[in-house]
Structures are given as structure tokens and as C-alpha cells.
């Protein structure tokens, strides 16, 4: 890698509300992705916070295009939620879409993901990590590149992208330029310049969350508004604009 790419690399910063979309961006985020429940993975998120985000953001908002949480392989009516959703996306200013979309035997839905290429253009794509649960990492790039995708967000099919960097690099040069690979997935200011060394990716994505008390005074301990994941309602998340800054220094290197 040559002097200054590391610099030169964009940071994209997944966020889940509109105040850790406010909090990536003071943080020096050059893109975010926006979702909504990042306990499931990340969904699709509300009309209101699109809309906020792309008005007041000083950074490109791309939105994630996921109706539920679990697996990407979606009923009929799912999908036709999909296609309104991107249309909304690109009404109300986003920069760009995310979305994945499998079929039940582990491959890219290529006829589904071609329509929602086709709706959401002349935006650009993601392909989220629906990717990492693929059968068949090289054949679902391969199918993503026929399909004119712009991005593949990926882990590297492991637990996170330090894990799943080997493959990540293969990924690298099997693309050859003509998609981009975007690793995401467990990517700190402890080991963001690796990543891009190793990998020789020109755009990283992260999350950078910090946990804290609700504001709320009263409390009923009796109900819980999760199901089995039970959360704690008197916690809540939040992206930490200093550890996006972390991140974007540690690339820049600067302490």
C-alpha cells in the first residue's frame, strides 16, 4: 500500500437512531449506513429519521433495506415492502441503499436483487452481510459483480473482520476493482490500519457504540418489552463520536 492510503480511507459508521447518526458524523464518519435495531442485525428504519439524517447530516446517508430481523430469505409480501422501501429511500434523499437478498439454498437471489438494483437507481448498492452467510463466498461475489452492485459489506464470513481477514484480501483481488469491498465487522482504532493494509480496501465501516443509563426516573421492573433477548430497558446504546474520531486518527496517523 502506498504512503497515504491509509489516510485516504473512508470511514463509514453504522448507526441505529438519529442522535448516534449526529454523533458519527461530529465524529468524523465520512458515510453512514442507517438502520434501526442493530440488536437484530440492523433494519429498515423509520420515514422520520431517514428524512431527519438526509436534511441534517453533512455526510452521505445510505439506508438499510431490511423488513425484519433474521434471515434474508423473504415471502413475497416482504419483498414488495423492500421495493416501497428503497422508493422511500430515495424520496426522502438518501445517498444510497443496503440490502441483501438469499435464496434457501445459500445463493444470491439474483432476479430479486436485480429489481431492487433496478429501483433504487441511479443510487448506489450495498450488498449487506447477508453476504457472510452465503454458501459460496467467490460465487456470490461473482454473482453480485454480474448484477452491477457498487459494494459488498462482508466480515469476511467470520465472527469479524480481523477473523475474516484472508478471505477479505481474496476477495480483494478477485473483484479486481469492478465491486468494492467493504469490510465491517468488529474493526476498532486498535486494528483499523491492519485491516487496510492487509485487506487493501479503500473504505472500512464500523461501529462504534458506548453503553448508558436512560434518563428515565421511574422504572417498572416488571415489564419487559423484548422476547427472549430480554433487554434491559434502562440501557441504552449509542454511537461515541470519540470512537469514530479513534478510528479516522488512527488511519490519518495521528495519536
Known sequence: MLPGMLANTLVEACVDTIESAAAAA???????????????????????????????????????????????????????AMQHDVADAKRLGAAGVVFGILEADGTVDTARTRTLVEVARPLPVTFHRAFDVTRDPHEALGALIALGVDRVLTSGQQASVPAGLPLIAELVRQAGGSIGILPGGGITAANVTE????????????????????????RNAAVIMGGRYAPDEYRRSETAAEQIAAVVDALAGTP
Open 26 to 80: 461530529r465524529g468524523g464518519a465520512q458515510r453512514l449506513e442507517l438502520c434501526a435495531n442493530l440488536v437484530e442485525g440492523g433494519t429498515t428504519p423509520s420515514a422520520g429519521v431517514i428524512a431527519l439524517a438526509c436534511a441534517r447530516l453533512p455526510v452521505p446517508v445510505y439506508v438499510m433495506i431490511r423488513p425484519r430481523g433474521g434471515d434474508f430469505c423473504y415471502t413475497p409480501l416482504e419483498f414488495e
Open 195 to 218: 485491516v487496510v493494509r492487509v485487506a487493501c480496501v479503500r473504505e472500512v465501516h464500523v461501529h462504534a457504540a458506548r453503553a448508558f443509563p436512560s434518563p428515565m426516573r421511574f
